[in-house]
């Protein structure tokens, strides 16, 4: 009976263990942390778009070279995309060759947090944000100097801001891109409108296509008979046009008597 007895204490230390949040050792497991900005999934949907809530809240991996902050021309920061915290500097930005945006470092130390991955059955050191605890990805120890480590980041899970001068130069590139495309669309316009009137006048007005239209063709019989209208007036035209001979005069009878 005492190997029965033993058995049901175990058992019961472990069920003990397991409601109370502890392990078996009487070692406190560890809880999760505690997060400054804290929203549910509807609202993060609300907020976020569908791929944005799949990295960020379901720590799904986009490919490789499909972000869009693979390569970034310019300064800025990088904020997480939920929260808006600061976490990442282009100055701690290098290029990797991994398809994802890498950094040597955060921003500061306590913007980022760590803890462990075995989803794909290796340890990993997952990074996520401090505030909210979004996913951003993943932190090797194979980076550049000084940190040696390399910050291996989802671009869906972050936001680039850039700072006030490289603002400007893209905003005076897009206004400068905005004008040529304003010149090219008038200048089209206008040989558009110069096309069209030259072909205009070109093409002949309907009353004359109607008069050209209503003409009888040479050698034919209509033409024949205008022809031989237009002959016999023209004679009757002649004669008529003749001057009458002048009328004779008549001789007056003396009267008789008169001499």
């Known amino acids: 009976m005492k190997p029965y007895f033993a058995c049901l204490a175990i058992a019961c230390t472990l069920?003990?263990?397991?409601?109370?949040?502890?392990?078996?050792?009487?070692?406190?497991a560890p809880q999760p942390k505690q997060r400054k900005v804290v929203k549910t999934d509807q609202e993060?949907?609300?907020q976020l778009s569908q791929d944005?809530?799949?990295?960020?809240?379901r720590k799904v991996t986009e490919p490789p070279f499909s972000g869009q902050y693979v390569h970034v021309k310019g300064k800025g920061v990088f904020e997480c995309v939920c929260c808006g915290a600061e976490l990442f500097n282009t100055a701690a930005k290098f290029d990797?060759?991994?398809g994802w945006p890498s950094f040597f470092r955060p921003a500061a130390a306590n913007r980022v947090d760590r803890q462990m991955d075995y989803s794909d059955g290796s340890p990993?050191?997952?990074v996520v944000c401090n505030e909210c605890g979004a996913h951003l990805g993943h932190v090797f120890d194979d980076g550049p100097a000084p940190t040696g480590l390399r910050f291996c980041i989802n671009s869906l899970s972050l936001k680039f801001v850039p700072d006030a001068k490289t603002k400007a130069a893209a905003t005076k590139k897009t206004k400068a891109k905005t004008t040529k495309n304003t010149k090219v669309a008038k200048n089209t316009t206008g040989k558009n409108a110069k096309s069209n009137s030259t072909a205009s006048t070109a093409q002949p007005t309907p009353?004359?296509?109607?008069?050209?239209n209503d003409?009888?063709?040479?050698?034919?019989?209509?033409a024949k008979t205008d022809a031989s209208k237009a002959e016999s007036a023209s004679a009757e035209g002649d004669s008529s046009?003749?001057?009458a001979p002048p009328a004779k005069a008549k001789k007056t009878a003396k009267p008789e008597g008169d001499e």
């Open 15 to 28: 069920t003990l263990a397991y409601f109370s949040g502890g392990s078996a050792d009487g070692k406190q």
């Open 44 to 46: 993060w949907l609300k």
């Open 52 to 57: 944005q809530f799949l990295v960020t809240r």
């Open 96 to 98: 990797s060759g991994t």
């Open 124 to 126: 990993r050191i997952e």
């Open 207 to 212: 009353k004359a296509e109607s008069a050209a």
């Open 215 to 222: 003409a009888p063709a040479a050698g034919s019989d209509s």
């Open 241 to 243: 046009a003749k001057p």
